[in-house]
Protein backbone atom coordinates (compact mmCIF):
# COMPACT_ATOMS: atom_id res chain seq x y z
CA UNK A 1 0.00 0.00 0.00
CA UNK A 2 0.91 3.37 -0.87
CA UNK A 3 1.96 5.97 2.04
CA UNK A 4 2.28 9.63 1.93
CA UNK A 5 5.93 10.58 2.23
CA UNK A 6 6.56 11.29 5.85
CA UNK A 7 9.76 13.42 5.60
CA UNK A 8 9.78 17.17 7.06
CA UNK A 9 10.00 18.65 4.22
CA UNK A 10 7.26 16.55 2.35
CA UNK A 11 5.03 17.07 5.29
CA UNK A 12 4.74 21.13 4.46
CA UNK A 13 2.23 20.25 1.91
CA UNK A 14 -1.39 19.03 2.52
CA UNK A 15 -1.81 18.25 -1.23
CA UNK A 16 -0.08 16.74 -4.66
CA UNK A 17 -0.61 17.23 -8.19
CA UNK A 18 -1.56 15.11 -10.60
CA UNK A 19 -2.50 11.76 -9.10
CA UNK A 20 -5.45 9.87 -11.17
CA UNK A 21 -8.09 8.98 -9.12
CA UNK A 22 -7.87 5.72 -7.44
CA UNK A 23 -9.42 5.46 -4.35
CA UNK A 24 -8.77 2.63 -3.42
CA UNK A 25 -5.16 2.19 -3.85
CA UNK A 26 -4.64 5.53 -2.06
CA UNK A 27 -6.16 5.52 0.99
CA UNK A 28 -3.94 8.21 2.46
CA UNK A 29 -5.77 10.79 -0.05
CA UNK A 30 -8.67 11.96 0.55
CA UNK A 31 -10.43 13.84 -1.30
CA UNK A 32 -9.89 14.34 -4.55
CA UNK A 33 -10.54 17.63 -5.84
CA UNK A 34 -12.88 17.57 -8.85
CA UNK A 35 -11.37 16.93 -12.04
CA UNK A 36 -8.59 19.42 -13.36
CA UNK A 37 -7.06 18.31 -16.75
CA UNK A 38 -8.13 15.68 -19.10
CA UNK A 39 -5.09 13.73 -19.97
CA UNK A 40 -4.27 11.27 -22.96
CA UNK A 41 -2.01 9.07 -22.80
CA UNK A 42 -1.12 8.55 -26.60
CA UNK A 43 1.53 6.81 -29.18
CA UNK A 44 3.41 8.70 -31.45
CA UNK A 45 5.40 7.15 -34.03
CA UNK A 46 8.29 7.90 -36.47
CA UNK A 47 6.45 8.71 -39.90
CA UNK A 48 7.78 5.91 -41.64
CA UNK A 49 5.97 3.42 -38.99
CA UNK A 50 3.77 1.42 -41.42
CA UNK A 51 0.57 0.00 -39.79
CA UNK A 52 -1.90 -2.39 -41.59
CA UNK A 53 -5.24 -0.66 -40.36
CA UNK A 54 -6.12 2.79 -39.98
CA UNK A 55 -6.13 3.75 -37.08
CA UNK A 56 -4.15 1.21 -35.36
CA UNK A 57 -5.27 -0.51 -32.89
CA UNK A 58 -3.29 -0.56 -29.67
CA UNK A 59 -1.48 -2.61 -28.73
CA UNK A 60 -1.69 -5.40 -31.37
CA UNK A 61 -0.96 -3.59 -34.58
CA UNK A 62 2.35 -2.44 -32.44
CA UNK A 63 3.79 -5.82 -32.24
CA UNK A 64 7.11 -5.91 -33.77
CA UNK A 65 8.18 -2.54 -32.96
CA UNK A 66 9.95 -0.76 -30.35
CA UNK A 67 8.34 1.40 -27.94
CA UNK A 68 10.24 4.27 -26.26
CA UNK A 69 8.67 5.28 -22.43
CA UNK A 70 9.78 7.85 -19.64
CA UNK A 71 12.11 5.54 -16.68
CA UNK A 72 9.42 4.23 -14.00
CA UNK A 73 6.59 4.67 -15.92
CA UNK A 74 3.74 2.14 -16.48
CA UNK A 75 1.46 3.24 -18.89
CA UNK A 76 -0.17 1.23 -21.67
CA UNK A 77 -2.23 -1.08 -19.98
CA UNK A 78 -2.33 -4.86 -18.57
CA UNK A 79 -2.36 -6.05 -22.67
CA UNK A 80 0.62 -3.88 -23.94
CA UNK A 81 2.74 -4.60 -20.84
CA UNK A 82 1.72 -8.62 -21.33
CA UNK A 83 2.64 -8.06 -24.85
CA UNK A 84 6.46 -7.00 -24.04
CA UNK A 85 6.66 -9.85 -21.18
CA UNK A 86 5.96 -12.21 -24.47
CA UNK A 87 8.35 -10.36 -26.48
CA UNK A 88 5.98 -8.95 -29.11
CA UNK A 89 6.73 -5.67 -28.30
CA UNK A 90 10.66 -4.18 -27.53
CA UNK A 91 10.28 -1.73 -24.44
CA UNK A 92 13.02 1.14 -24.53
CA UNK A 93 12.88 3.31 -21.59
CA UNK A 94 14.61 6.74 -21.36
CA UNK A 95 15.00 9.36 -18.83
CA UNK A 96 12.31 12.03 -20.17
CA UNK A 97 10.54 13.40 -22.42
CA UNK A 98 13.65 15.08 -24.48
CA UNK A 99 15.42 11.89 -24.76
CA UNK A 100 13.07 9.35 -25.66
CA UNK A 101 12.01 12.60 -28.84
CA UNK A 102 15.26 12.10 -29.66
CA UNK A 103 15.31 8.58 -30.07
CA UNK A 104 12.17 8.73 -32.05
CA UNK A 105 13.67 11.62 -34.71
CA UNK A 106 16.62 9.16 -35.05
CA UNK A 107 14.71 6.00 -34.89
CA UNK A 108 16.12 4.16 -32.35
CA UNK A 109 12.72 3.62 -31.36
CA UNK A 110 9.19 3.19 -34.07
CA UNK A 111 6.98 5.18 -31.44
CA UNK A 112 6.67 7.04 -27.99
CA UNK A 113 4.07 6.21 -25.90
CA UNK A 114 3.26 9.05 -22.56
CA UNK A 115 0.94 11.86 -22.21
CA UNK A 116 -0.36 13.45 -25.17
CA UNK A 117 0.09 16.88 -23.78
CA UNK A 118 3.49 16.19 -22.33
CA UNK A 119 4.58 15.14 -26.07
CA UNK A 120 3.57 18.32 -27.85
CA UNK A 121 4.63 20.42 -25.57
CA UNK A 122 8.57 18.68 -25.50
CA UNK A 123 8.41 18.85 -29.29
CA UNK A 124 7.18 22.73 -29.53
CA UNK A 125 9.66 23.69 -27.28
CA UNK A 126 12.58 21.53 -28.89
CA UNK A 127 11.83 22.93 -32.16
CA UNK A 128 11.75 26.52 -30.91
CA UNK A 129 15.15 25.55 -29.55
CA UNK A 130 16.49 24.30 -32.74
CA UNK A 131 17.02 20.89 -31.54
CA UNK A 132 14.42 19.60 -33.81
CA UNK A 133 13.68 20.46 -37.24
CA UNK A 134 10.49 22.42 -37.75
CA UNK A 135 8.68 20.29 -40.49
CA UNK A 136 9.55 16.94 -38.81
CA UNK A 137 6.24 15.58 -37.70
CA UNK A 138 5.93 12.64 -35.62
CA UNK A 139 2.02 11.30 -36.08
CA UNK A 140 0.01 10.69 -33.27
CA UNK A 141 -0.82 6.97 -33.51
CA UNK A 142 -3.31 5.89 -31.24
CA UNK A 143 -5.02 7.60 -27.96
CA UNK A 144 -4.36 4.04 -25.57
CA UNK A 145 -6.10 5.70 -22.15
CA UNK A 146 -7.80 8.78 -20.63
CA UNK A 147 -7.70 10.05 -17.06
CA UNK A 148 -8.67 13.13 -15.51
CA UNK A 149 -5.98 15.11 -13.09
CA UNK A 150 -6.68 15.92 -9.77
CA UNK A 151 -5.49 17.48 -6.31
CA UNK A 152 -5.34 14.77 -3.84
CA UNK A 153 -5.41 16.10 -0.46
CA UNK A 154 -3.54 14.43 2.57
CA UNK A 155 -6.38 12.87 5.30
CA UNK A 156 -3.73 12.22 7.72
CA UNK A 157 -1.79 14.78 10.34
CA UNK A 158 -5.27 17.44 9.64
CA UNK A 159 -4.39 19.50 13.11
CA UNK A 160 -1.24 20.65 10.63
CA UNK A 161 -4.43 21.90 7.93
CA UNK A 162 -6.91 23.44 9.90
CA UNK A 163 -8.02 25.62 6.50
CA UNK A 164 -7.93 22.29 4.85
CA UNK A 165 -11.54 22.25 4.02
CA UNK A 166 -12.23 25.74 3.30
CA UNK A 167 -9.50 25.25 0.51
CA UNK A 168 -10.59 22.33 -0.74
CA UNK A 169 -13.92 23.98 -1.28
CA UNK A 170 -13.56 27.31 -2.51
CA UNK A 171 -10.58 25.56 -4.86
CA UNK A 172 -13.22 23.57 -6.82
CA UNK A 173 -15.24 26.52 -7.52
CA UNK A 174 -12.60 28.46 -9.14
CA UNK A 175 -11.46 24.67 -11.04
CA UNK A 176 -15.45 24.36 -12.18
CA UNK A 177 -15.51 28.40 -13.13
CA UNK A 178 -12.41 28.12 -14.90
CA UNK A 179 -13.96 25.41 -17.03
CA UNK A 180 -16.76 26.15 -17.85
CA UNK A 181 -15.10 29.52 -19.15
CA UNK A 182 -12.51 27.62 -21.41
CA UNK A 183 -9.99 29.29 -19.55
CA UNK A 184 -8.33 25.86 -18.64
CA UNK A 185 -8.70 24.98 -22.43
CA UNK A 186 -7.04 28.45 -23.09
CA UNK A 187 -4.21 27.67 -21.11
CA UNK A 188 -3.02 24.22 -22.20
CA UNK A 189 -3.76 25.97 -25.82
CA UNK A 190 -0.81 28.22 -25.29
CA UNK A 191 1.54 25.64 -24.15
CA UNK A 192 0.77 23.91 -27.49
CA UNK A 193 0.23 26.63 -29.70
Excluded at 18 to 26: L, T, V
Excluded at 92 to 110: C, G, P
Amino acid sequence: METWPKTDRNRAGFGLFPPYYYEDRRHYIQPYSRKILEEHVAVYCHPQVPFATEPPQWPSDFYGLTIGINDEFALGGKAFWRAVEEGKIDLKSAEDNRENILKLRSQRIDCYLNDRISILWQIRNMKNKGELPTELVFSQSAIVSTEHGHIGYTNTNLQDYPFKADFVRQFDLVIEEMKRSGEVDKIVRSYLD
